[in-house]
């Protein structure tokens, strides 16, 4: 069992552009979910798919979107970046089921300049 | 809005001596609790969760935590810590009464150093 994976493992872009990160769910797990971490900090919830729909979202604008595929893979997009996007950015896997384990995939660094 | 409170952003140990990590959260409802590790430049892994049941619960690599309602507090514990110990731990609470796979909301992390 590979886990999660996620590519890239890291990423230069400058301010202004645009980013997808994706991410590849521990097999057998419908739900994935995405975090930011920023440096020193815990990792924030971002949002979270089930069945190719964002089933709950946290405080991150609209800049950042996603999208769930067929085989339960993911994507996070991220528009119009700003030096504060700089951060590693976290898929975890789940079941979906209340109180489910998430397995957490290694992250992409990704660093606006 | 949950919000989970680690005491202390540096734990420094001798190897070998125990080690307890603070942990508060703020919810007056039920919640589900957590403990991550994450060591230098990986993901989150699991050491323990509690959900229901036993207040004490106990994980992998001989971690355990002790779940207290009353004081609102999850603290991790190890009677022994070794080199490999070092790391990065987060608490992390959620919420039951959201259908499905909850979100989780971590506090700030306390970096754990095992001192030879």
């Known amino acids: 069992d590979a886990g999660v994976t996620q590519s890239p493992t890291h990423l230069i872009k400058t301010r202004g552009q645009q980013v997808t990160l994706r991410c590849s769910p521990k097999?057998?797990?419908?739900?994935v979910s995405w975090y930011q971490q920023a440096l020193g900090q815990g990792p924030q919830f971002i949002f979270q798919y089930y069945e190719e729909e964002e089933r709950q979202r946290g405080n991150f604008p609209d800049r950042f979107s996603g999208h769930q595929f067929p085989n339960y893979s993911s994507e996070l997009n991220v528009n119009a970046l700003l030096l504060g996007d700089s951060a590693l950015y976290l898929c975890a896997s789940s079941l979906g089921g209340q109180g489910d384990t998430q397995y957490f995939g290694p992250g992409t660094r990704l660093t606006v300049l | 809005a949950q919000s989970v409170t680690q005491l202390d952003s540096q734990v420094p140990v001798f190897e070998e001596a125990p080690v307890e990590l603070r942990c508060n959260y703020s919810s007056s409802v039920s919640v589900y609790l957590f403990w991550y590790v994450q060591y230098p430049n990986q993901g989150l892994q699991l050491l323990l969760k509690y959900l229901s049941g036993s207040t004490l619960v106990k994980g992998i690599n001989g971690f355990e935590a002790e779940f207290n309602k009353s004081q609102t507090s999850f603290h991790l514990r190890k009677p022994s810590v070794h080199i490999s110990d070092t790391a990065e731990y987060f608490c992390?609470?959620?919420?039951?009464?959201?259908?499905?796979?909850?979100?989780?909301?971590f506090g700030q992390g306390t970096r754990l150093t095992i001192n030879p």
């Open positions: 992390a609470v959620s919420d039951p009464l959201i259908q499905g796979a909850q979100k989780l909301v």
């Open positions: 097999s057998g797990h419908d739900t």
